[in-house]
């Protein structure tokens, strides 16, 4: 039996968390089983191509993506597929091509965008007694 060449990278932003499984393949990019183009909303689907835009469609072409998302709402979505899918180029290179075309993918994402690479950890939060919300109090009457 022969080893199928994959890694499994992940994506967070606040509560979404994208899985991207990345294997030898044709250049297939899909989330939850449809193609990258189809994605809505339409406003950023850009951001979900900016990996593929920023290293170059070259780098994608021997490499097959599968990303499972779920949980937050569509831009929390969008921003975790979007990291899923660098961080899987670069352990996918790191692994299976060279260290040196790994660094320079790493870097190049870097410079660009660091949150491709490195989770947001902002995280919303949680409501306490006494007010409406976080923060906010319940405003006070002397009658």
């Given at each position: 039996?022969?080893?199928?060449?994959?890694?499994?990278?992940?994506?967070?932003?606040?509560?979404?968390?994208?899985?991207?499984h990345c294997k030898r393949g044709k250049g297939?990019?899909?989330?939850?089983?449809?193609?990258?183009?189809?994605?809505?909303?339409?406003?950023?689907?850009?951001?979900?191509?900016?990996?593929?835009?920023?290293?170059?469609?070259?780098?994608?072409?021997?490499?097959?993506?599968?990303?499972?998302?779920?949980?937050?709402?569509?831009?929390?979505?969008?921003?975790?597929?979007?990291?899923?899918?660098?961080?899987?180029?670069?352990?996918?290179?790191?692994?299976?091509?060279?260290?040196?075309?790994?660094?320079?993918?790493?870097?190049?994402?870097?410079?660009?965008?660091?949150?491709?690479?490195?989770?947001?950890?902002?995280?919303?939060?949680?409501?306490?007694?006494?007010?409406?919300?976080?923060?906010?109090?319940?405003?006070?009457?002397?009658?």
């Amino acid at each position: 039996m022969v080893a199928v060449e994959a890694v499994q990278t992940f994506g967070k932003k606040k509560n979404a968390i994208a899985v991207a499984h990345c294997k030898r393949g044709k250049g297939i990019l899909k989330v939850n089983g449809n193609p990258i183009e189809l994605l809505e909303p339409e406003t950023l689907r850009h951001k979900i191509f900016e990996p593929v835009l920023i290293v170059g469609a070259d780098k994608f072409k021997e490499i097959d993506i599968r990303v499972r998302v779920r949980g937050g709402g569509n831009t929390s979505q969008v921003y975790a597929v979007r990291q899923a899918i660098a961080k899987g180029i670069v352990s996918f290179y790191q692994k299976y091509v060279d260290e040196q075309s790994k660094r320079d993918i790493k870097e190049t994402f870097i410079q660009y965008d660091r949150s491709l690479l490195v989770a947001d950890p902002r995280r919303c939060e949680p409501k306490k007694f006494g007010g409406k919300g976080a923060r906010a109090r319940f405003q006070k009457s002397y009658r």
